[in-house]
C-alpha cells in the first residue's frame, strides 16, 4: 500500500473541493431552484471543485513522490558511506 502525508491544511482544502462539487452536482440534479438559478450555482460550484482538485492532488503526489525518491537516494547513500567504513 502506498502511503501519502498530507498536512491537515491540505485535507480541509481538498475536503472543501469535493464539498462544493458535491453541492455543485446536487444542484443540477436537484429540482428546488429555478432552472435558471439552479444551473448558474450548480455550474459554478462544480468547476470551481473540479477545477481546484487537480492542482491540489498533483500537488500532494508530487510532493510525495519526490520524496520518496528523496528517501531512497539517502538510503542509497548511507549503504556506500557504510561499506566504505571499517
Known sequence: MNMKAI???EL???????AALGAGV???????LDDGQR????????AIGALST?????EVLHRNGAAADDESGRE?????LAGETW
Open 54 to 58: 487537480v492542482p491540489l492532488a498533483a
Open 39 to 46: 444551473k448558474a450555482v450548480g455550474w459554478t460550484l462544480f
Open 7 to 9: 498536512t491537515l491544511p
Open 76 to 80: 542509497e547513500e548511507q549503504g556506500r
Open 12 to 18: 480541509a482544502l481538498i475536503a472543501g473541493t469535493r
Open 26 to 32: 446536487a444542484l443540477l440534479l436537484g429540482g428546488r
